[in-house]
């Protein structure tokens, strides 16, 4: 089974904190994906990677950056949280390529800014 | 003008209905399609691919209409089971990195 882990389920943070929410999938997955979901607005995505240190812009980047050291592990960094980045931070993976593409989601990190 | 556009219901209707929704996108260029389900405070998850010629997986039946630009969903014998947001999704390339999704489309069955 795919497996993607995002490493806290739920986070408090005070306005201006930089805050790093780290994602890790064991599947070999060339690419991954960090999305944040609002009430209304659905899932959003905020930057994605196809290759290790290879990052690309989604639809709402600003306020974030992202890392990708290893494969297996993308960091999404707020580097000064706003209380507007409240919100459910969703990681995904999946394999490159034609055909279906299935992304794994991790369980999602709730992050409440203050 | 959104990428990908959904109704976002929600649709309520009884066990045992057949319940069907359209997603349309803009993007001419799209080359895979997909829907997704997400339960309540759960993670999305592949429920079916779309294909031009159609794609049934028991009771759901997924559509492609290129030249109309949508895909669609149809649940036949909904069961309370099926209560869920499904989601609309697309990939922009055929080597795809990039999946989006839209915002989904609530459906509630009620016994």
């Known amino acids: 089974d795919v497996k993607v882990t995002q490493s806290s389920r739920y986070l408090v943070k005070r306005t201006g904190e930089k805050v790093f929410l780290e994602c890790v999938q064991d599947?070999?997955?060339?690419?991954m994906f960090w999305y944040r979901q609002d009430p209304g607005l659905g899932l959003r995505l905020i930057y994605f990677s196809y290759d290790v240190k290879m990052k690309e812009k989604g639809d709402i980047p600003e306020g974030y950056s992202v890392s990708r050291e290893k494969k297996e592990r993308f960091s999404l960094i707020l580097e000064s949280a706003s209380t507007n980045q409240t919100s459910m931070y969703l990681c995904?993976?999946?394999?490159?390529?034609?055909?279906?593409?299935?992304?794994?989601f991790g369980q999602g990190t709730r992050l409440t800014v203050v | 003008r959104k990428e990908v556009e959904q109704d976002p219901g929600p649709f309520n209707v009884p066990e045992g209905a057949t319940v069907a929704f359209n997603c349309t996108y803009s993007?001419?260029?799209?080359?895979?399609f997909f829907w997704y389900r997400q339960d309540c405070r759960k993670e999305p998850k592949l429920l079916m691919s779309?294909?031009?010629s159609g794609n049934e997986d028991g009771r759901f039946t997924a559509q492609l209409n290129r030249a109309s630009q949508y895909i669609s969903l149809l649940i036949r014998d909904s069961k309370l089971s099926d209560s869920a947001t499904y989601l609309c999704v697309y990939c922009p390339h055929s080597s795809a990195s990039k999946i989006i999704f839209g915002s989904g489309t609530r459906l509630s069955i009620r016994p």
């Open positions: 995904a993976s999946s394999l490159q390529g034609t055909g279906v593409l299935e992304a794994f």
């Open positions: 779309v294909y031009s």
């Open positions: 599947m070999d997955h060339e690419n």
């Open positions: 993007n001419s260029a799209s080359q895979s």
